[in-house]
């Protein structure tokens, strides 16, 4: 059974940082798109960063020069690092594997930005 675990989360004010890393079982790792998502209060899932197998690294423009994703697929890992965090960011943040016909969820860690 293939399992992601989130780990990272917290509270932190407005303009810090935070990393979450998500750790991976899947057989092969480097197949997979991988992502982060998320989902505030109220607010329908989005999108906030992919890397493709063997691809580049896309953001949202809500993100883009604030948030960076990376990849270890030697160590079946995939981070987001987090800077210049805004109370908006807060949300439950979930790690994404995809490869049809196979997509993959975590259970989600919560981000919190607040003073």
């Known amino acids: 059974q293939v399992q992601l675990v989130e780990s990272g989360g917290g509270l932190v004010q407005p303009g810090g940082s935070l990393r979450l890393s998500c750790a991976a079982s899947?057989?092969?790792?480097?197949?997979?798109?991988v992502a982060w998502y998320r989902q505030g209060p109220g607010k329908q899932r989005e999108l906030v960063a992919r890397?493709?197998?063997?691809?580049?690294?896309n953001y949202p423009d809500s993100v883009k020069g604030r948030f960076s994703i990376s990849r270890d697929n030697a160590k079946k890992m995939v981070t987001l690092q987090m800077n210049d965090l805004k109370r908006e960011d807060t949300a439950v943040y979930y790690c994404?594997?995809?490869?049809?016909?196979?997509?993959?969820w975590g259970q989600g860690t919560q981000v919190t930005v607040s003073s």
């Open positions: 899947v057989s092969i790792f480097g197949k997979y798109t």
């Open positions: 890397i493709p197998a063997g691809g580049m690294a």
């Open positions: 994404n594997l995809q490869s049809d016909p196979y997509d993959y």
